[in-house]
C-alpha cells in the first residue's frame, strides 16, 4: 500500500461524488445485445435494446427493437427477419437523443471497446447506414466498475462483481439478467425480456451510486486495501469522520490545558 493507492482512492470518491451531487446533466446508460463471444466471422453483435435513465429525475428513455417493430406493425416472431431494419432505426433513435445530450456525463457498466461499448454501438450504426452520428467524448463517459475498483481496490467483490455486489447490498433484481442469461434471451428471440434486464441494470446502477456516494456501499475490502497506509490517507480518515474528529478535539484542547497548567506551575514566568 501505498500514496498512490491514496489518490487513486481519494480521486475515485471524488468523481463519485460530484456525479452524485451535481446529478442534473447525468445519464446511467445500458445496453443488451447478441453474445458476442458466439459471433462468426468477425461481425460485431447485433443490438437489442438501450436505456439511458436521467440521474436527477429517475426518468428513463429507453430504445429497442421489438419498440419500433410495434410500430411497424410487425409481428414478435418476425422480428428476427427484419432486424436490420429495426436495428437501424432504433439506433437512429438513440443517436438522435444523444445529439441533444451530447454535453451530458454518461455513467456505465464497462462500455468501454468495440466489443461491448460505445464504439460498439457507433459501429452497428455505421454498418447499417444511420446518418449523422453524434460521438460522445470520451470526457463525458464514467466507468462505474472502474470507479468501484479504484475507490475499493480489486478484492471488495468477487467474480462476477455485479452479482456480488447485488448480494452483498440486499438490491432488487426484478428482472434482471446475467450475461448467459441474455445470451440465451437473444437466441430464443426473447426481445422483450431482454430489454426489461437493460432497464433493470440502470436502475441497478442508480441503487450502487447512490450507496457509494452515501458511504453505505458493503464490499469486502479491508481499510487499508481501501485507503492505503499513507500519512495522508490516516489524516484524510479523521478529518473525514466527525465523530473522531470530535474526540481528537476534545483530547488535543485537554492536553493543551495540562501542557499550560504545567508550564504555569514550573515556569511562573511564562507566558499565554
Not at 460485431?44 to 427493437?65: E, N
Not at 460521438?135 to 462505474?144: A, C, Q, R, T, V
Not at 475507490?151 to 467474480?159: D, E, L, Q, V
Request: some cysteine; aromatic content about 12%; proline content about 1%.
Amino acid at each position: 500500500m501505498s500514496l498512490r493507492r491514496y489518490n487513486t482512492h481519494k480521486k475515485a470518491k471524488e468523481t463519485i461524488n460530484d456525479i452524485y451531487d451535481n446529478n442534473e446533466n447525468c445519464l446511467l446508460i445500458h445496453y443488451s445485445c447478441e453474445s458476442f463471444y458466439d459471433i462468426k466471422e468477425g461481425k460485431t453483435p447485433r443490438i437489442t435494446s438501450i436505456a439511458v435513465r436521467y440521474l436527477h429525475t429517475a426518468q428513463t428513455k429507453s430504445f429497442s427493437i421489438h419498440k419500433i417493430a410495434e410500430t411497424k406493425k410487425i409481428p414478435l416472431n418476425n422480428i428476427a427477419d427484419n432486424f436490420d431494419t429495426l436495428e437501424k432505426e432504433m439506433l437512429k433513435e438513440f443517436f438522435d437523443f444523444v445529439k441533444v445530450h451530447k454535453d451530458f456525463k454518461y455513467i456505465h457498466w464497462n462500455m468501454r471497446d468495440i466489443n461491448y461499448g460505445f464504439e460498439a454501438l457507433q459501429h452497428r450504426a455505421n454498418v447499417l447506414g444511420v446518418k449523422n452520428i453524434t460521438e460522445i467524448s470520451d470526457n463525458n463517459k464514467f466507468d462505474l466498475a472502474r470507479l468501484l475498483i479504484d475507490k475499493y481496490g480489486k478484492g471488495y467483490a468477487s467474480h462476477p462483481r455485479l452479482s456480488s455486489i447485488i448480494q452483498m447490498n440486499n438490491i432488487s433484481t426484478n428482472n434482471w439478467l446475467n450475461g448467459k442469461d441474455e445470451a440465451d434471451a437473444f437466441d430464443n428471440k426473447e426481445f422483450v425480456k431482454l430489454h426489461q434486464s437493460t432497464l433493470a441494470k440502470v436502475d441497478i446502477f442508480e441503487n450502487i451510486l447512490k450507496l457509494v456516494a452515501e458511504e453505505k456501499f458493503i464490499n469486502k475490502s479491508s481499510w487499508q486495501e481501501i485507503h492505503g497506509l499513507s500519512v495522508q490517507g490516516v489524516y484524510d480518515i479523521l478529518k473525514n469522520n466527525w465523530l473522531v474528529g470530535f474526540i481528537l478535539f476534545l483530547v488535543s484542547t485537554f492536553v493543551v490545558i495540562i501542557i499550560q497548567a504545567l508550564l504555569k506551575k514550573f515556569v511562573p514566568s511564562f507566558q499565554f
